[in-house]
């Protein structure tokens, strides 16, 4: 049936988002994406692409996936669509990146009681076993600064690693990092901030091969939502005391 539209759209000279079936995945990462206790996806991103799918006529399922796995199909099948995706030069080459919809930094954690220890020993830190989530961006980072990496599963694999000892430091985003800390049933102020590695603008990303068009109809649709403040809605419930990014920008690949 979807290929009999595609035909009488095309020979119409025409074309409709809802012509293009998405693979629409994102990950773990409370409180931007996750599971909640319905086993449903949720969090501030999720609304807010749940939010576009309403405006493009969307209804491909959201579905959870572990990042490495998520990424791969980002990167191997057209028509994916993952978020969120921190954007940096090498994936500007592998998708189309649409966004902001979120901003987040990569900073270095440290146990409390250890961080002032950790600040004063400089790039000597760099040497110590960090715990970085695999395959994400924060591990990307971490290893062009020069630290140490041990690669873990997800954030709470992380901070669990941190916390028993295991790893001297922790990079990660700082948006997630308090979640994180209350999934495991700890105080936020368990950990520290010992550096700042970089800043880090969180993307919509389209995998190559993905229609122009249906691309288009995303980027307009989440101008529209900053336009008429619903996106501002969204993000000031989960980060209250965070500016929302209020730009539009397509950045990478130009869809075809």
Known sequence: ?????????ALAGGYSPLATALAIYTEDW????????????????VEVVRELKKRTGNQDAIEVLPW??????LLSE?????FSVGRNTEREGKMTLIGPIALSSTDVYALRNQAAAMREMGDARRRLPTAAYRGSIFEST??????????????????????????????????????????????????????TLDTLALYLA???GTP???????????RDMKRDGSFQAIHKRWFPLSPPPLDVIRAGLEPQ
């Open 1 to 9: 049936m979807r290929n009999i539209v595609l035909l009488l759209l």
């Open 30 to 45: 409370p409180p931007v994406s996750f599971h909640n206790s319905k086993g449903s996806a949720d969090g501030m991103a």
């Open 68 to 73: 490495v796995r998520a990424y791969n199909h």
């Open 78 to 82: 057209p028509n994916v669509l993952l």
């Open 142 to 195: 971490a290893l062009a600064h020069g630290y140490a990496v041990s690669p873990t599963n997800d954030p709470l694999h992380s901070a669990r690693m941190l916390l028993a000892g295991r790893v001297s430091l922790w990079v990660e985003g700082n948006i997630v990092v308090p979640q994180v800390l209350r999934q495991l049933g700890v105080a936020d102020n368990s950990v520290e901030r010992v550096a």
């Open 206 to 208: 389209f995998s190559r």
């Open 212 to 222: 122009r068009p249906l691309v288009l109809a995303w980027e307009q649709a989440l």
